[in-house]
């Protein structure tokens, strides 16, 4: 027992040496190409400094660790194995009556802690990172209004509609929506209230409008009634629960989201009737993260642990980079899928999972049993 557990701390801390150095290498090299591309955008920009692009590229190193992890695992893991393989150190372990499941244990509980690590720890202090050089980003590199511009400056959103009753729904629609200096302006706003069975209440019309603390302002409004005409109403007040900084985000990367503010964000998005699927398949993806990363570290070791003496070690390395790769190219073909509403998006964020875990196993069974 005492050999096992020996054995077990000695591989585990070979196996994170390994991940964190491949973590650290692969980080490096996507924040230098970003950094690269960075400065291709700055250069038809002489009024930005090099400062400006330094401060977002190092914005960003979070955020890219995190994307890269489970390579980082796989990767590390491979050349951990390899190592422990050629150095013929896990074959006398096999010989000395360790199953492969036995010394895996410790590899495999380290890659799952680090996962739950970077999506409880990591993940907050990555999005709001990744936020401020986004907003960086807006503001020294784009050109436009900000995300409300990525949508044509138009604005649709249900929200509940208290005064009608407790199920009772409003739906607005602006055009010319734009954001300056917090204040988020909207031009031809239509607002139709609806009771809780869908049926038509009233209808408000206003040339202009803008956003206020618990409420839309509605200058000049005109409100119609179902069998009769339109008639002014002058300024109307519409009660809401939504901010400038919500509606923007509502438009905005979910990477800029917490796995701890995503829950609620979502409901907030449901309720306004915004689009949550793409922060919905963000959530799960982070909520899986520990467990792809265990599923990578299996991968890696049932693609590194072939002994030498049977040849073909080049080739299954390589097989498990290529493993790797297919199961990324998985993830973001079920991510596009998950998108278009195809997949739920609980399957489309834990595809990779799932597929990685059935070839580690069938890798590890064969390789265990010959």
Known sequence: MIVAVTLSRYIARQFMVSVLAMLASLTGVICLFDFIDLLRRVATK??????????????HVPFFATEVLPFGVMLGGIICFWRLTRSSELIVARAAGISAWQFLTAPVAC???LGTLTTTLVSPLSSAMYRRAETL????????????SLAGGTLWLRQADPQNGPKAVAVLHAQDVQ???????????????LDKDGKVLARIEAPSGYLAPGHWVLDNAATVRPNSVLRPAGRLL???DLTVGRVEESFSSPDTLSVWALPGFITLLDQSGFSSIRHRIRFQSLLALPMLAGTMALVAAGFSMRPSRRGGVARMIGSGIAAGFLLFTISKVAEQFGN???????????????????????LLLHLEDG
């Open 46 to 59: 002489p009024d930005v400094s090099t400062n400006i692009v330094i401060q977002i590229a190092l914005l």
């Open 111 to 113: 890659a799952i802690l």
């Open 137 to 148: 980003d807006q503001l020294y590199l784009r050109t436009g209004g900000g995300p409300l």
């Open 179 to 193: 954001l300056k200096q917090s204040l988020l302006s909207m031009h031809n706003v239509t607002v139709l209230r």
């Open 238 to 240: 519409l009660p809401t």
């Open 340 to 362: 278009s509403g195809a997949l739920p998006t609980v399957l489309a964020a834990w595809a990779p999972t799932l597929a990685g875990l059935c070839l580690a196993v069938s």
